[in-house]
């Protein structure tokens, strides 16, 4: 392989990688190698499609066998590939994509869907890459980053645009600039959880961090911090503090069940951590459920003697 060397690792196998580019014997043909045993093997296949280059690969989340290999045709128009047999044959599918695609991503959550960052901005599909439309981000976009735990949650990094935002499976984008010195973004990562963070690798080599702790941000960011809960000591005796993490100026609330399920103690919480004096309760097994906004998150306490 002369050029490429994008590459992917099938979440539901990893000894199963493929990586691909393009390789140039008087004109570019593109290229898919793959291995099925870590690393410790591969095969290589040059597809006959002149003129046409890889630049992008993902995986299905439940098919293992299934796998989608995104790039350009004649330079400029869009290429996309798939395979259902683990790369031992592929099938173009690109009706409905304008421009060269240089990323895939997939949703875990569900089969069908996919998103394309192109030359021509972000297209999705809902049929599992038979057919795409495009949605209202229409910049050249480089990178495709999805949120694991909130799928309705995409961020693309345009090539002069930006970063952008999207809560809504793409329907409506949101830019995300503020502090961003370098628009022109390669690539972008992101770590998942209570609190959400979204890495960015801009042209000229700088990296760019955003959270909401950060201040990056301007107004309410689609990366504020998710509420994350903690209770120690756990078990406890006679107190326990319940440390919490929420958006700011969003009303927590903390609900505590016994082992039937009724509720023992109910508050409205204000500072973390929170000082919950268990001595009136009954030794036993009770759960704590800490809500705000639209979210909550949940755990076990243990009161002894």
Known sequence: MNDGGYMAVSPLNSDIVFCVGNVYNSGYFLAVSHTSDGGTTWEHDT????????WA??????DPNRVYVGGDSAYSYAALII??????TWTPSHTGLVGAVNALVTDPSDAQLLY?????GVFKSTNAGATWSATSLTQQT????????????LYAGTYGSGAYASTDYGATWTAINTGLTCNKILSLALRS????TLYAGTEGGSVF?????TGIWAGPSPLAPRPSLDIFPNPCHATTAISFCAPLNTATSLTIYDASGRV???????SSPFVLQTSQLTPGAYFVRLSTGSETRAARLTVLK
């Open 57 to 62: 690969v993902a995986f299905d989340p439940v």
């Open 116 to 120: 394309a960052g192109t030359y021509n």
């Open 47 to 54: 597809l006959s499609q002149l003129g046409s280059r890889a």
């Open 83 to 88: 395979s259902t047999d683990c790369g031992v």
């Open 264 to 270: 023992v103690k109910s508050c409205n919480l204000r």
């Open 193 to 196: 959880g209570s609190e959400v």
């Open 209 to 213: 961090r955003s959270s909401e702790a």
């Open 142 to 153: 480089r990178t495709l980053v999805l949120d694991p735990e909130h799928t309705e949650c």
